[in-house]
């Protein structure tokens, strides 16, 4: 069983940065990847990056590239997400996820252990 638990949340002006973590624990080496997704109020949950473990190989929506940047530190068990150039509409609860082997990564559905997520808020 695997376990993750975000942190780096808050409120930031636009334009600004934040440093989202996730801290996995347990059976972390049977999970071929992480991905962070974001879900706004009324909007669907939506995928922002993903990182594999064992290569490192990273995956951006479109909407972040440039922006966000995704890394892992295997030593830690830990997955950041690095946001810069923060606009008001990336404010959302941003849920890390472990996959499922073979998932596509930028699909929610092929991720089955799911963060209690953090909450990211950008002023204007």
């Known amino acids: 069983q695997v376990q993750l638990v975000e942190s780096g949340g808050g409120l930031v002006q636009a334009g600004g940065s934040l440093r989202l973590s996730c801290v996995a624990s347990g059976r972390t080496s049977v999970r071929s990847a992480v991905g962070w997704f974001r879900q706004a109020p009324g909007k669907e949950r939506e995928f922002v990056a993903a990182?594999?473990?064992?290569?490192?190989?990273?995956y951006y929506a479109d909407s972040v590239t440039g922006r966000f940047t995704i890394s892992r530190d295997n030593a830690r068990n830990t997955v950041y997400l690095q946001m810069n150039s923060l606009k008001p509409e990336d404010t959302a609860v941003y849920y890390c996820?472990?996959?499922?082997?073979?998932?596509?990564?930028?699909?929610?559905?092929?991720?089955?252990?799911w963060g209690q997520g953090t909450q990211v808020t950008v002023s204007s």
């Open positions: 996820a472990a996959s499922m082997p073979f998932a596509r990564l930028s699909d929610a559905i092929g991720y089955d252990v």
């Open positions: 990182v594999t473990w064992s290569t490192g190989n990273t």
